[in-house]
């Protein structure tokens, strides 16, 4: 039977560190000890195996056709990052002595962390803005058509959203979206009222929110393609409508986000543009995009107001799942926001913009 990593060890590993208890247990179950014999190849330079590689124990060197160009002991501040992380690999690694390493999938791997990071992102941050007494009879749809999501929506999508919205006849006490199930729709309130929980590590339900007439939920796992963050049930009998994820993703997720190469963004910044790395500050410290700054996703809806609406913003991650969230977040808020398309792992050499 395969061994797995101690959690004491895991939990020294950036970013798994980072991730709440839930998820963290998920990547655990994964975490498998590999052990390679002293001068025996990790991976060698060139290959895309999509894998991030932590080193446990024992010495690994780095080389390429120049030679070695360094070294990693096991239970060094430098082990505690994945090894030689860029696809495709810049380097190749060779077991110096007896070594122990786990492998994870990188695409699982951000899929937790954008899902976690998300989990932040509560329902009551992305619905339309509060208006007066008078106003809250108002139609849905105007409501709708008002909240910043919806401003660079071209004019043909949004007639296209509306003819495949479904009509979805709820009641009392009915729960619509479940806390760990997958996302299927974005849904917008034509009346009635919900209210939206999180369960918290304890058990405990958490009232986050409570959702009225044109208040719409739903995109945070339709964004991130992870399950759902928290749980909404219907306090009132009514009529919610719903849009499909395909549909979501054609009409309102692809005509928000902008995607640019590395190319590209350097003419940006060149302008006046501004590179925003969401992933942890300790994956930015360990090496980012020269001249970024940092603003981890699961912080991005505090410190965006911060932010130069006058700007653009780039907005990177590891692999584009984080910085693809990040983008629609701040397009979403009114700012002109672009992801760097493929995140860093798309950058043969991690360079200045």
Known sequence: MAQLVERTILKQLVPPNALNAENFQELARKAVVEEIASGRLVFKKGDTDRKTIYLLSGEVELFDERGVQGSIKGGTDQAR???????????????????????????????????????????????????????????????????????RIPPANIQAMFMRLHEFPVTSGQEIIKQGDPGDYYYIISRGRCVVTRRSASGANVVLAHLSDGDAFGEEALLSDSKR?????????????????????????????????????????????????????????????????????????????????????????????????AAFLLSERGFEGYVLDGGLQAIPHQQPA
């Not at 994945?82 to 390493?101: E, F, T, Y």
């Not at 692809?254 to 190319?263: F, G, K, Q, T, W």
């Not at 940092?294 to 809806?301: D, G, T």
Request: aromatic share 4%; glycine share 6%.
């Open 229 to 325: 963050n928290a749980t909404v049930k219907m306090d009132t009998d009514g009529l919610l409508m719903r849009l499909s994820k395909e549909d979501f993703e054609e009409l309102l997720k692809a005509p928000m986000l902008n995607s640019v190469d590395i190319e590209q963004a350097k003419d940006m910044v060149r302008g006046g543009a501004v590179l925003l790395d969401v992933r942890l500050e300790q994956e930015h410290k360990a090496g980012g995009i020269k001249g970024s700054i940092n603003i981890p996703l699961f912080m991005l809806r505090l410190k965006c107001e911060s932010l130069d609406r006058s700007k653009k913003y780039i907005c990177y991650c590891e692999t584009g799942r984080r910085g693809e969230a």
């Open 81 to 151: 990052h994945p090894l030689a992380n860029q696809q495709p690999r810049q380097l190749s690694a060779r077991a110096k002595s007896v070594v122990a390493l786990t492998r994870f999938d990188s695409d699982l791997l951000d899929i937790l962390l954008t899902w976690d990071q998300l989990s932040g992102i509560e329902v009551s941050d992305i619905t339309v803005e509060e208006e007066s007494d008078e106003d809250e009879a108002g139609d849905w749809m105007t409501r709708i058509l008002q909240s910043k999501a919806f401003l």
